[in-house]
């Protein structure tokens, strides 16, 4: 037996992306040890918190991850928070090197006045409440109201609109918590407007899911007559190869529009392009929310949306906004204030430009909080590769 003392490295965060790091590296070095650090009483991330409750096959990724827990020298920590319980110099004096993977938490407002009314919620604070994530147990949700409004044009907002307009009784076979059963079945949305700031070929949805939206019985969709007379730039930026899934989603929605309307459609989904929201105005919960139409101006591929100076107002009782995410800073490490992701070099945390030695960040902290939790394994492969090359290089040196 060897008597060499083991390697031990740290991860933050034990969401896909901690997960998939400590896959990469327990993979090819079975002699590591890894300790992954989380700040909730419960791994996963997003995939447990996040992911929408009536999507049981996306959470059966958990599976890969129970599979990577169940490796020698896998240690995972629950309940340490990283900056507050234990320093990132603690972390450092104690492992050769540390991974962060604490993610984007930080959600992206729209600072427009009213934003702050009960009942204007953030996409994420609504999943997280969904799932029942311990920081929303206690949030008052409510859908007392014939028409709520969505900011963004995601898969996020997709999720919503699929819960808001599912039969209560089809939601019973989905772990959602139980104050979401209980309110979700009270519902009184029948409206759902889904609002973008740019048009349907600039949408991120992907092409599945506004397909799996599509089947679901008893929803008429409305949709912006724009889909249907898109710009020769617009047009152009269709024909490039690599727009596979923005083809997709305008072909899906000129599908909608051109259904036939059913005779009892339980929820009605609209979708608006062009329009950017201005103010939402109530006084107990939101009544109207102003929208200014917006035009689009730039190259194929390039297109800004440019507000025209017309307004749109839309009677609405509950808002939510799904615009996207930012990461949070943890002391004693660098992060850029602009993009929101901590800065990086070939997957090494810089410091003042300089790459922090054995520091690396892998997942939505680093590339910003885009794209599929897939898109993280792959990242998680990257990282480790400059992870086992910095580790080799040190050793041939020393
Ligand atoms: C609402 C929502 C729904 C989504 N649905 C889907 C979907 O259906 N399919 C799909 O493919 N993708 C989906 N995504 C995207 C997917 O969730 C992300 O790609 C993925 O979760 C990013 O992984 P991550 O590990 O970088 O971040 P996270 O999943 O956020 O994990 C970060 C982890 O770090 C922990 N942490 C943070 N700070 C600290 C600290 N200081 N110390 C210790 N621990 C810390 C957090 O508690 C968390 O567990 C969704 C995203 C959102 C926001």
Not at 269 to 278: A, E, G, I, K, N
Not at 347 to 353: A, E, K, P, S
Not at 385 to 390: S, V
Request: proline letters at 6%; charged letters at 25%.
């Amino acid at each position: 037996m060897s008597n060499t003392p083991k390697t031990r490295v740290a991860i933050i965060g034990a969401g896909p992306s901690g997960f998939f790091m400590a896959e990469e590296l327990l993979r090819h070095d079975n002699s590591l040890v890894v300790d992954i650090f989380e700040r909730l009483h419960k791994p996963y991330g997003l995939l447990r918190y996040g992911v929408a409750p009536d999507h049981p096959h996306t959470r059966r990724i958990i599976k890969l991850m129970e599979h990577t827990a169940a490796r020698p020298g896998f240690n995972l920590r629950l309940g340490v928070e990283i900056g507050r319980d234990v320093t990132i110099d603690e972390l450092r004096a104690n492992y050769s090197a540390v991974f962060v993977a604490t993610g984007a938490e930080v959600v992206r407002s729209l600072d427009i006045p009213g934003e702050d009314l009960p009942c204007v919620y953030s996409a994420r604070a609504f999943a997280a409440w969904a799932n029942g994530h311990p920081d929303h147990l206690n949030d008052q949700v409510d859908f007392d109201t014939e028409t709520a409004v969505i900011i963004g044009n995601g898969n996020v907002s997709l999720d919503i609109v699929r819960i808001l307009s599912r039969d209560p009784a089809a939601l019973e076979e989905f772990e959602f918590s139980p104050a979401a059963k209980e309110t979700l079945a009270h519902s009184r949305v029948r409206n759902i407007h889904v609002i973008g700031r740019r048009g349907p070929a600039q949408a991120a949805f992907e092409e599945k899911e506004l397909l799996e939206l599509g089947e679901l019985p008893n929803v008429e969709f409305r949709v912006d007559p724009i889909v249907m007379m898109l710009s020769e730039t617009d047009e152009r930026e269709l024909a490039a190869p690599d727009a596979d899934r923005a083809r997709g989603i305008v072909e899906t929605l000129r599908t909608f529009a051109s259904r036939s309307k059913g005779e009892a459609a339980r929820t009605v989904v609209s979708f608006d392009f062009l329009r950017r929201p201005l103010a939402i105005k109530g006084t107990t919960r939101p009544e109207e929310i102003t929208l200014e139409l917006c035009r689009l101006e730039g190259d194929a591929g390039e297109q800004r949306a440019l507000p025209t100076g017309a307004l749109q107002r839309l009677p609405c009782g509950v808002v939510f906004v799904s615009i996207g995410q930012r990461g949070k800073p943890i002391p004693g490490l660098p992060f850029d204030d602009v993009e929101g992701v901590i800065p990086t070099k070939d997957h090494r945390v810089l410091m003042d430009g300089v790459p922090l030695p054995d520091v690396y960040a892998v997942g939505w902290l680093k590339r910003g909080a885009h794209g599929l939790i897939g898109n993280n394994r792959k990242d998680a492969m990257m990282t480790a590769q400059a992870y086992f090359a910095n580790r080799q290089q040190k050793h041939t040196v020393s």
